[in-house]
């Protein structure tokens, strides 16, 4: 993925219309269908499943951008399998929506917030359904370490939050949360290539419907994993009753640590369903799996988590004609799909170096330096200790497959927001 070769292409023309096949990647098709104002064909949705065509959490998703904008038009065949999407002005302000049982909030979640910054009004939303859902990232998650990479590229962030109401699971859901999130005329240009050294963990332990002794077990789990590793590690109890407590029991817990350089990664965890064919894990197994991803969160390194690496890459090509540079971790399927979709509808083409090679470039370079003005004065064990140091260093570094992100943004201005 990091020898990834794309050819300099020019922007395409923003009436262009644009098809697509299959139903993957369905928000980055939408979504920058919206910033690009191209209108999209997509073909081919589940035609060969029991079910075929759109399911119900992205007819849930086509409503809500209908509710947030003005213009936009929807065509879905019979069948489902095919979709012209249209899109119209974004607009912003209230809206609301029950997001159903099938997919956790966060599916709608990401969406908003890629659109949030070019609304004409700043946006309030509030969402109905699941919160924790496993096998997909949480709402806790999303706001731990999506939001200080959003608030990297839009300075304007006084309003923007992301409330949990009531804590929702399946199968009955009954979460309720609000978004708040404002509007800009540009996005910054942002130059982050420093990741920092961990200096906190913490987390929230939460459990609803159940004993409130489970998350004390779950703690207690996760700070066994963590033994050895970090001292300052804090982690609060959120128990839940009645309706913010939701519909369905359940107990798990969110980690996230910080570095010095305000780089956030995240990990996380929660017990099996209730009515599911799977065995219910422990609650001392459910914290100790949360610490574990958040250690190979913090091992895969790069200046954000792993989840956050689209929403980098998105504002980054939307912002001003200058450049961005963004140091990520390894790029996982989601992030390629986005680099792909974005040379698709904007033109945009990212230099990728790897940094490994880099950073040894420059050490080679400090070297030299070193050996000059010294003129090798060290003696032999000054050297060895030197040495010895040097390898403890590159083990804290992590991962060496990061990859570093340089490209100039397309010069994407809100139009839509008012002028005072």
């Known amino acids: 993925l ?62 809500l951008l209908n509710d947030i904008t003005n213009g936009t038009q929807t065509e879905i065949s019979r069948t489902g399998t095919r979709l012209r999407f249209t899109p119209g002005v974004l607009l912003g302000g209230e809206a609301s929506l029950n997001c159903g049982l099938t997919r956790c909030i966060s599916f709608f979640l990401e969406a908003l917030l890629l659109l949030s910054p070019f609304c004409k009004k700043p946006l309030r ?16 998650a999303i706001r731990t370490t999506w939001l200080p990479v959003y608030t990297k590229f839009v300075l304007n962030d006084e309003d923007l939050d992301i409330k949990i109401v009531n804590r929702g699971l399946l199968p009955e859901g009954g979460g309720k949360i609000i978004l708040t ?10 130059q982050r290539e420093k990741v920092g050294k961990v200096c906190k963990i913490r987390g929230t332990a939460w459990v609803t419907k159940v004993s409130p002794s489970l998350a004390h077990r779950l703690i207690d789990g996760a700070k066994q994993a963590l033994r050895g590793y970090l001292t300052d590690v804090y982690i609060t109890v959120d128990q839940r009753k009645g309706a913010h407590g939701g519909n369905s029991p359940g107990f798990g817990i969110v980690l996230w640590a910080a570095t010095t350089e305000g780089v956030f990664y995240h990990g996380e965890s929660m017990s099996k369903p209730r009515g599911s064919a799977d065995v219910p894990g422990l609650p001392e197994e459910v914290g100790a799996e949360g610490a574990l991803r958040l250690l190979e969160q913090i091992y895969l390194g790069g200046c954000t988590d792993g989840s956050a690496q689209a929403l980098a890459a998105t504002f980054m090509t939307l912002g001003e004609k200058d450049v961005n540079r963004y140091l990520l971790g390894d790029l996982s399927i989601y992030t390629v799909a986005a680099l792909r979709h974005l040379q698709t509808f904007f033109g945009m083409v990212f230099k990728m170096e790897d940094w490994e090679r880099l950073r040894k470039i420059e050490e080679k370079k400090k070297a030299i330096k070193k050996v000059e ?47 005072l």
């Open 181 to 190: 999130a404002p509007i800009v005329k540009k996005l910054r240009p942002v």
């Open 2 to 63: 990091r020898c990834l070769v794309v050819s300099k292409m020019p922007p395409p023309h923003r009436s262009e219309e644009l098809h697509f096949e299959g139903c993957n990647f369905f928000r980055f098709r939408v979504v920058y269908s919206l910033l690009s104002g191209r209108p999209i064909v997509i073909e081919k949705i589940r035609p060969g499943d029991d079910n075929p065509g759109l399911k119900e959490h992205e007819t849930l998703l086509l409503k």
């Open 125 to 140: 939303v509030k969402l109905e359904g699941i919160t924790n859902a496993p096998g997909e990232i949480s709402v806790e």
């Open 373 to 419: 003005k010294e003129e090798k004065k060290g003696t032999d064990d000054e050297i060895k200790g030197e040495s010895e140091e040097k390898d403890v260093d590159e083990m804290r570094l992590g991962s060496t497959n990061k990859i570093l992100l340089t490209g100039v943004g397309v010069g994407f201005t809100n139009l839509n927001k008012l002028a």
